[in-house]
């Protein structure tokens, strides 16, 4: 599928019950590709997530010199560590992962010669100083557009020597954390983080899994993690990504009696707060089956639909569903009153401004949407039409169209579909088990 391509999505009103996976988790399998990369010896890494993002993670990692052989959803990544990386002979451009973009920039930190990492437009626009800033405060020698606000960020490793740092971050956010965590690996001395509110934690679960010498508070945003370590391979087996599973959950929570179940997806504690979410709005929501590998657990999850009332979404819950807020501003058109979704102008800094984009998007749709600094008003329940959105580029705003698509007056076009790919290829086949799905090619 073309980025350009448009689909044409139909409502599908009695959705049928649906058992389903969804593809690996995009968090763990860049994280763990570079912790792999970044130990000596052979990982090998099962149900990784083959989207645009975490594939340019690994082009990148071979640039740099370690050896990857990819069959289907099984890596395997031999290394002789972090310190038998080489000097990019070429750019290193992480397409439109700003994950892929932030954490390496932080692991080349000490790699010989100049590394130097872009992306596409979209990912050219998101803020970088956030990661920069405290990097040369660290001793990196890391620059980038704008007084290193924005890509393309230039890292010179020749000589460079990093100091373990403590630092408080303004805003909760798991890729900043991981960056400098990973620069602490590099660094002299303890490398402490401290957020406002919990962030998704699976660096720190990776680095459980791997022994890596850490100090970490109960219940605090607050990790601490010990400079001049090597790193030891591993094997992991990565659950399905709940942020892909949150569409389809989605889709079947405004229809009562709907059930759908999807299998061996990732529960981690620091993602499952759509799960809270909707239950509190009325779905059914169990989970069953429960395991841990890999310091993750992984689960089977059951909703079933109901009629479904607002709720307010915001303060410490953010961190825990900001990729599952596009989905929930559509639900929310379905609930009974008024939600509020406050305490996200995160949002705005995203593959494109989350907040303007839905509220032009469900617009198009005859849905009245109020948009604030750092979220929405969404009214319901509401009709929503039929119409053309365009997903500006931004994966989770198609997905999040789509799902509204199911539940409209007629079928609804998205253009720039093809930006699914970046997270979740496959959407639309696996979206066509329970509805119509017409697809319009369109190059550039």
């Excluded at 031999?78 to 700003?98: F, H, M, R, T």
């Excluded at 307010?312 to 379905?334: C, M, N």
């Excluded at 079928?411 to 997270?423: L, M």
Aim: charged share 25%; glycine share 12%; net charge neutral.
């Amino acid at each position: 599928m073309h980025r350009t391509d448009v689909v044409k999505v139909f409502p599908q009103p009695g959705l049928p019950s649906l058992t389903m996976r969804v593809p690996g988790d995009k968090s763990i399998s860049h994280r763990a590709a570079i912790l792999g990369a970044m130990a000596a010896g052979e990982t090998v890494l099962e149900g990784y997530l083959n989207s645009a993002d975490c594939l340019a993670t690994l082009k990148a990692l071979s640039q740099l010199g370690v050896k990857i052989e990819r069959q289907g959803e099984r890596v395997r990544i031999a290394s002789s560590g972090v310190a038998g990386w080489q000097e990019p002979d070429d750019i290193l451009d992480l397409g439109n992962s700003g994950t892929g973009l932030r954490l390496l920039a932080a692991a080349v930190c000490r790699v010989p010669g100049v590394s130097i990492l872009t992306g596409d437009a979209s990912l050219r626009r998101r803020p970088m100083g956030r990661i920069v800033r405290p990097l040369q405060d660290m001793g990196a020698k890391i620059s980038g557009r704008r007084q290193g606000e924005l890509a393309p960020l230039v890292v010179d490793g020749n000589g460079a020597s990093l100091r373990g740092r403590e630092f408080k971050l303004a805003v909760a956010s798991a890729q900043v954390k991981t960056a400098l965590l990973l620069a602490g690996l590099s660094a002299d001395g303890w490398t402490v983080v401290e957020e406002p509110a919990l962030s998704r934690d699976h660096t720190e679960r990776l680095f459980r899994y791997l022994g890596v010498e850490m100090r970490q508070e109960a219940g605090r945003g607050r990790v601490a993690v010990a400079g001049g370590q090597r790193l030891r391979s591993f094997h992991l087996r990565i659950p399905g990504d709940i942020s892909s599973a949150a569409f389809f959950l989605s889709a079947y929570a405004p229809v009562p009696g709907a059930e759908i179940v999807v299998e061996k997806v990732g529960v981690n504690p620091t993602r499952t707060g759509i799960l809270q979410v909707l239950q509190r709005m009325g779905a059914r929501v169990e989970v069953a089956n429960l395991v841990e590998e890999g310091g993750e657990p992984r689960a089977d999850i059951r909703l079933v639909g109901g009629n479904l009332k607002a709720t307010e979404i915001g303060g410490a819950e953010i961190p825990l569903l900001i990729d599952e807020l596009p989905v929930l501003s559509v639900v929310a058109t379905q609930a009974r009153g008024v939600t509020v979704i406050k305490d996200a102008a995160e949002l705005r800094v995203k593959e494109s401004d989350r907040i303007e984009v839905l509220a032009d998007c469900l617009g198009r749709l005859g849905v009245k949407v109020e948009k604030t600094p750092d979220g929405l008003i969404i009214p319901g329940p509401q009709r929503i039409r039929s119409g053309e959105v365009d997903s500006r580029g931004d994966h989770r705003i198609a997905m999040a169209m789509a799902t509204a698509a199911l539940w409209a007056e007629g079928p609804v076009s998205i253009e720039g579909a093809g930006w699914v790919d970046t997270s979740y290829p496959g959407f639309f086949s696996t979206l066509a088990r329970v509805t119509r799905v017409e697809q319009e090619e369109r190059r550039a």
